[in-house]
């Protein structure tokens, strides 16, 4: 009961603040708080559509989007907007038809958003391996002789950033004589 009545005095001194996450009209105040609402349709790596992050089939997809704004209407709240977030390998054919089911809808508003997908390194026992075959090449080499390409620094640095303790102590410390990625392009 308590946390009501200071919600009230809150809305009392702040007149013109707008709460998210409900429709409702204030007794004393003219104004109508209104939530933001909208409607989320994605697709996973396996170009997978999903509408609210339930897998579902393209040709659901109209009647699900309807289903959803009759929902917000019949509770009183507007049109809702609709976020379409794919990754940058998703098919266009594939965004093009969703886009397209979205068309046959009361939606006003798209935002399509493009996801980078990020490939995590995991440090194996092949990995240490390729990165000590590497690093023992560059070691026997003389430092006049020592060639460097941007693909094996880049391997070596990631490498060495994401081992663990009991990795370093398998594979070896980073020679210092390693080049940044960034100086390669002044190197030979």
Known sequence: MKKLQLFFLFLLLFPSTVILGSNFQVEDSSEILQQINHITIAVNEENEILFEEEVTQLEKLKGQITEKIDFFVEKGFEIPTVTVRVFETTPEEI?????????????????????????????????????????????????????????????VREVYQKMNFNQFIRAGKLPSFVPKVEELDSIH
């Open 95 to 155: 965004l093009e038809n969703i886009k397209a089911e979205i068309k046959k809808t009361s939606i006003d508003y798209v935002d399509v958003q493009r996801i980078k997908k990020v490939k995590e390194l995991q440090v194996t026992d092949s990995i240490i391996a390729k990165y000590r075959t590497i690093i023992s090449t560059w070691k026997n080499q003389s430092a006049e002789e020592r060639k460097f390409t941007k693909e094996d620094v880049h391997f």
